[in-house]
């Protein structure tokens, strides 16, 4: 009884200290209603081009990553408004985290290009001005957010990705207290065998 109290302490102190040690992971909630994207268009050349471009309709939820991973998903879904020509555009994107919060985003690209035939988006390009983008959490943590660029792949519904990473957690201190309050614990259980014994 005496050797399996202390060798529960001990157990239970190194597994609280392990398990706190691992939990390099963040949780990155997305903010559907607070993210947004707006395109100009700037140019037509030969006849009236507009394209337009909006939220994935498969936007949103949590992803859970781990330190130097990355997640990708559907962020931008593009389309036109009718005409013919040649047309260039602007954009500017945010992406909004309910948590966490700092790691929300906005990009812009400029001098993008595109084409409409018979009133169909058949081409275009787009590139981000400068993505990804690093960021320093409010916990020392250290992430990446960043738009993927497409070329000659725009056309009515096509999605454009994001793409989400972790550089680096920081430690969560649990992990230090509970592995020293535990080891604290150790000479009291030991005292109380050695008293006993007396």
Avoid at 50 to 57: E, K, P, Q
Avoid at 169 to 185: C, R, S
Wanted: contains cysteine; negative net charge.
């Amino acid at each position: 009884m005496k050797h399996t109290a202390l060798a529960f302490v001990a157990a239970g102190t190194f597994a609280l200290a392990a398990n706190a040690s691992n939990a390099s992971t963040i949780d990155f909630t997305i903010d559907v209603g607070a993210s947004s994207v707006s395109m100009t268009n700037t140019t037509c050349i030969v006849g009236n081009c507009v394209a337009t471009a909006s939220l994935s309709s498969s936007l949103g939820g949590t992803y859970t990553i781990a330190e130097g991973a990355t997640e990708t998903f559907d962020f931008l879904e593009f389309d036109t408004a009718g005409g013919r020509g040649f047309g260039t555009y602007d954009i500017v994107a945010t992406l909004a985290f309910t948590d966490p919060v700092d790691a929300t985003t906005t990009i812009t690209g400029t001098n993008n290009a595109y084409t409409v035939i018979a009133g169909s988006l058949v081409g275009g390009v787009l590139t981000w001005d400068d993505s990804p983008v690093t960021i320093t959490l409010s916990d020392g943590s250290i992430v990446t957010v960043g738009f993927d660029d497409a070329s000659n792949a725009l056309q009515p519904g096509y999605s454009t990705t994001a793409t989400i990473g972790v550089v680096s957690t920081v430690p969560v201190p649990f992990a230090g207290a509970a592995l020293a309050g535990g080891l604290g614990l150790l000479p009291i259980v030991a005292r109380r065998r050695r008293r006993k014994a007396a």
